[in-house]
């Protein structure tokens, strides 16, 4: 096989025999496909226990009963080595996609700029087709097409300016999960002293509003009994109650919890991506060297802060202020797990160990769109009430058998797909549109 040196081509420098081209598979980059195919594995590795249970047990164990044995292993191994990691990786990923798409040496400026415009509203479709039509409420599609609009204005800043935007985002991120920590954590225990009252104690106005934020912040979480109880009721329903209960989720994510937190995350791991992509993080260019210490340096800091903020967890029977969005260091943690990721997965492709394992992840980060969407819609044929219906059905490690039938199903699919097309379904709809006339799709 040749070597990710050989390999890179003019997808690097953004060049094409035409600007209303898009690159051809013998321009592809092997790294950064194997790379964007670990992170779509690793994205359902969370979002599986968001189709599989209420969505509220993807932040909290207590909900499935995952609190002992293998279901108490398996949130926690998850919780250690994936929460928000993967996620940061797919958003770093996709603002380095997006940074590739516009640096097109001489190109138009202009009809690179059209054409970026149109693939990034394009992307907002499709992220509402996953919302809505695929009923899944933890679409990351909408959020990246919506911030993406905003990358064009920064796509000729050097490496070292986009780092420093993104950490001062990632700094404003820590200050919100923190002040959710810390609020969380003053209205639990306030709530809990008042419950522990006697029974038949008169309440004063003070304590009843207490009561009343502790509830209203647990129905903010979708975590209260009778929420809980209501969502599986319609998860174990037809089409059209989940189409309704999704839009009403969506709308409420898609701009509340939007603005007040997503945009900040998704942004500050876009510029963060592109930095990587003009630093070379993302093509295996980097010493052997390199990137043993990146991994080294980073799973070194990442996986103990992950693994100390999971077990105070675990430790004080679950409550709130310590599920992961809640964590003061949740984004340290999650952002050096990342980039030891990163590292790993460079360290392969440049080795040239583990073909099968390049080969497969190339193939499905490829059709990373396709992918991705096609996990909404077999995820939930095989949980909702409108498919095999086994929505609370399993126990938390067996959903993890799940996980593993749809990877393979990703493999093979991808694999066999790109053997005899140029793009997946869903990135050859994409570009059709993007660029205004049919692809060729056969090779």
């Known amino acids: ?6 390999e890179k081509t003019s997808e690097k420098a953004g060049e094409t025999s035409s600007e209303n081209i898009p690159i051809s598979k ?21 979002n599986i226990i968001a189709f599989a249970y209420p969505f509220a047990a993807y932040s909290n164990p207590a909900v499935d009963g995952a609190t002992q044995g293998l279901d108490l292993f398996a949130f926690a191994s998850m919780d250690v ?9 797919f958003s770093m990923l996709f603002g380095a996609g997006m940074l ?31 919302a809505y039509l695929f009923v899944w409420v933890g ?6 097409g919506v911030t993406g609009l905003l990358l064009y204005f920064f796509r000729n800043l050097e490496a070292k300016r986009l780092a420093i935007y993104s950490m001062c985002m990632v700094a404003v991120l820590m200050l919100l999960h923190s002040g959710l920590h810390f609020s969380t954590k003053f209205l639990e225990s306030e709530a809990n002293v008042i419950t522990s009252l006697p ?6 106005v003070e304590q009843q509003e ?14 209260t009994p009778e929420l809980i109880e209501e969502e599986m009721q319609i998860k174990k329903s037809g089409y059209v109650d989940n189409f309704i209960h999704a839009a009403e989720e969506n709308i409420f994510l898609q701009t509340v919890v939007f603005v007040a937190f997503v945009v900040w995350d998704v942004l500050s791991m876009m510029l963060l991506g592109m930095a990587c992509w003009k630093w070379g993080l993302f093509d295996a260019s980097r010493s052997m060297g390199f990137y043993t210490k990146l991994t080294l340096i980073s799973f070194g800091i990442g996986i103990p802060i992950n693994l ?38 460079m360290m392969i492709c440049k080795s040239g160990v583990l073909s099968a394992f390049r080969n497969g992840m190339a193939a499905v980060g490829q059709m990373a769109l396709t992918n991705y969407l096609s996990q909404s819609v077999i995820c939930n044929f095989i949980f909702m009430g409108f498919g095999l219906g086994l929505v609370g059905e399993l126990a938390r490690h067996q959903v993890y058998y799940v996980v593993f039938g749809v990877w393979l199903f990703h493999v093979v699919f991808s694999v066999f797909w790109l053997k005899n097309y140029r793009f997946g379904p869903a990135e050859w709809l994409w570009r059709s549109m993007t660029y205004k006339k049919k692809q060729a799709m056969k090779l």
Do not use: C
């Open 1 to 6: 096989m040749t070597s990710v040196t050989s």
């Open 26 to 46: 013998k321009e592809r980059i092997q790294s950064i496909d194997t790379l964007r195919g670990v992170a779509v594995f690793g994205i359902l590795l969370m």
């Open 81 to 89: 080595m994936v929460e928000g990691a993967m996620r940061a990786l």
């Open 100 to 130: 590739i798409f516009l640096n097109k040496p001489g190109a138009d400026e202009a009809v690179v700029k059209g054409l970026f415009y149109r693939r990034t509203v394009l992307l907002i479709g499709f992220g509402l087709v996953n």
């Open 139 to 144: 679409d990351i599609l909408y959020a990246y």
């Open 199 to 204: 029974a038949g104690t008169e309440l004063t």
């Open 210 to 223: 207490s009561l009343d934020a502790w509830d209203a912040f647990l129905a903010g979480q979708s975590a």
């Open 308 to 345: 100390l903020e999971t077990m105070v967890f675990i430790n004080s029977g679950f409550d709130f202020q310590w599920a992961a969005s809640a964590r003061p260091s949740y984004d340290i943690g999650r952002l050096t797990l990342a980039f030891g990721y990163i590292g790993l997965v």
